[in-house]
């Protein structure tokens, strides 16, 4: 792993050396083509244990890692017309391995444990300073072995005369999932042995899945030391809602497949408060409450610290408290009734609070981090606990170049 993140990085200076340039003067303007801005590298490893495995019915391990790498290239130019336009393209790789994932097969065996997904994007910005009006858009998909999807969005802001901002974005995410069902639910003969002894399916049916978001929000400086946020969702999803190997257990020792609703309507509402506490410090807080027609409610609450020790090094401690009801269709391993018109023993849709808690160190000095063009490395860690047992670790990694 230390090999390969060296190596994109070298390649990174090598990239940024050949296509950095100046920003352009705005006091003796002229257009500019789209040139490259920055790039930003970004790493993670995560790590989770727990012992309510939806794919065997609420028993079993949870046990999950998941190495993530992402590269983002930003791209800046002005127009006639003084709009500066923004171009960002992504590219993000995951590789994951999931204990649980064996148990797609009732005897444990003979199944993937492991997957990768790629997640590419396209985003586009056009800001006039002018009006203070920004418009957008982004194009992103993801694909995975049993998951594929493709998104589309726009966007439209516009600042107001007394230091605030009006924002809008409607989103939608056009899915596949294939229909992988436990082995016991497959026809007979349905699956072929390799030479390795590895089973597979020739041919998996697919189901679709439907997400359409409407994201409202209004920020405002409200003085030199506070700024504030309302944040509005509205998401609507249609179609094939849970996961095909997803186990449910009844009173009676029968199993079957989960069976949800085939919509669901999500509502969230939030509010952030920013406090600049002097020069050195500053306090991000955020509040949010969910709710949605499977019954599930929600609170989130949230205080990160920025602390500067000197001008270009700051520390970044976090915490964050949740609490969830249980789904109206959520019951645990062998509690569900055979009556039961919709069931999931999915712990995700469960009554639990959780805790996670950490923090960052960001570096950013004038001159760079060794090179002039790297200009950022920031580290962050969390830490997760939640109230069914799950316990999870992240390490994350960030580098700018410019």
């Not at 790039?39 to 999950?64: C, K, M, T």
């Not at 989103?171 to 639910?185: G, H, M, N, R, T």
């Not at 405002?220 to 095909?244: M, S, T």
């Not at 996670?356 to 570096?363: M, N, T, V």
């Amino acid at each position: 792993m230390k090999r390969i993140c060296l190596t994109v990085i070298g390649l990174f200076l090598l990239f940024v050396q050949s296509f950095s340039q100046t920003a352009p003067d705005t006091s003796t303007y002229k257009p500019r083509k789209l040139t490259f801005d920055e790039a930003n590298l970004v790493s993670s490893y995560y790590i989770q244990n727990g012992d309510h495995s939806a794919i065997r019915g609420g028993i079993g391990s949870e046990h999950v890692t998941d190495l993530a790498n992402g590269i983002e290239l930003k791209f800046v130019g002005w127009d006639a017309k003084l709009r500066k336009n923004s171009l960002t393209a992504g590219m993000g790789v995951d590789h994951h391995t999931a204990a649980s994932q064996a148990w797609i097969s009732k005897t444990g065996a003979s199944r993937r444990t492991d997957g990768m997904r790629l997640y590419p994007s396209l985003d586009w910005s056009r800001e006039n300073e002018t009006k203070g009006s920004t418009i957008g858009g982004g194009l992103y998909y993801s694909n995975e072995f049993n998951y594929q999807s493709a998104g589309v969005n726009a966007s439209v802001s516009q600042k107001t005369k007394n230091n605030g901002e009006f924002g809008v974005k409607v989103s939608a995410y056009i899915d596949q999932v294939k229909l992988i069902f436990p082995s016991e639910f497959e026809p007979a003969g349905a699956y072929t042995t390799r030479g390795n002894g590895e089973e597979r399916h020739p041919d998996y049916a697919s189901s679709g899945r439907q997400t359409y978001t409407a994201s409202f929000s209004f920020t405002q400086v409200i003085n030199k030391r506070v700024q504030g946020a309302l944040l509005l969702d509205l998401v609507d999803q249609q179609g094939y809602l849970g996961l095909p190997f997803h186990r449910v257990y009844f009173t009676n020792g029968v199993d079957s497949v989960e069976r949800l609703p085939g919509h669901r309507f999500k509502l969230p509402v939030g509010l952030r408060l920013n406090y600049f506490l002097g020069d050195n410090v500053i306090l991000r807080g955020y509040y949010r409450y969910y709710t949605d027609s499977w019954g599930l409610h929600s609170h989130t609450a949230s205080l990160e610290a920025t602390l500067k020790v000197t001008p270009f090094f700051s520390l970044t401690p976090f915490y964050r408290y949740y609490m969830q009801t249980a789904a109206d269709y959520f019951a645990p391993y062998a509690t569900h009734v055979i009556a039961d018109t919709y069931y999931t023993s999915n712990y995700a849709l469960a009554g639990f609070t959780s805790h996670y808690f950490g923090g960052g160190l960001r570096l950013a000095p004038p001159k760079g981090i060794f090179d002039k063009h790297w200009r950022m490395l920031e580290i962050r860690y969390g830490h997760y606990t939640q109230t069914t047992d799950l316990v999870s670790d992240v390490i994350s990694l960030n580098l700018q170049f410019k």
